[in-house]
């Protein structure tokens, strides 16, 4: 009945990923964007909650999942321009169109290939829904690959790690002040 820490649980899996195999954490571009997404989401969503636009009431929460979108972007930021060399502004509205249907997307797909193995005819029953939501999500990436805004800056080692360090000092002053208020 206890509640996992976020902070710690990050931490663990990424280290039995690393033990796991170890060249996961330097040529694994999936697992580096998924461990600095997270890390972004648990750290930097808090923090931008904090704020009054986010922390203002809104329809299905959506000032919280733009919250979480916009943390894992500025998390990833450097390691996308680096590796794709180029970020596009426009994956910022294309990810909040998008996270706002993966949760019905992940739970009813996993519904769905357990009623299928039980029954194929309720599985297809259960998918067809689904099938809405996926052609949902094709239509908001189609539409936001069409118009594409690029930002092409350079990132080097020491631009890419003073940027981390000035997120890390954002982070460590926000949670010390909230840390400090009765």
Not at 135 to 157: D, S
Request: aromatic share 14%; net charge positive.
């Amino acid at each position: 009945g206890r509640h996992g820490n976020p902070r710690t649980i990050i931490a663990c899996t990424a280290f039995l990923i690393a033990l796991t195999n170890p060249k996961t954490v330097a040529y694994d571009v999936g697992f580096q964007l998924s461990c600095l997404a997270t890390i972004g989401i648990i750290y930097g969503t808090p923090l931008l909650m904090r704020l009054s636009f986010f922390s203002t009431p809104g329809y299905a929460g959506w000032r919280l999942i733009l919250a979480a979108t916009f943390a894992a972007q500025v998390a990833v930021f450097p390691l996308t321009v680096s590796l794709f060399e180029n970020f596009s502004f426009s994956a910022l509205p294309a990810n909040i169109a998008v996270v706002a249907v993966m949760p019905a997307l992940t739970v009813g797909g996993f519904v769905a290939v357990m009623a299928g193995s039980i029954s194929p005819v309720l599985g297809a029953f259960i998918a067809l829904p689904l099938a809405l939501l996926l052609t949902y999500t094709e239509y908001a990436v189609h539409i936001f690959a069409a118009i594409w805004i690029p930002f092409n800056p350079r990132f080097t080692l020491f631009t890419s790690a003073l940027y981390y360090a000035l997120c890390l000092y954002a982070i460590t002053r926000e949670s010390a002040t909230l840390k400090a208020k009765p």
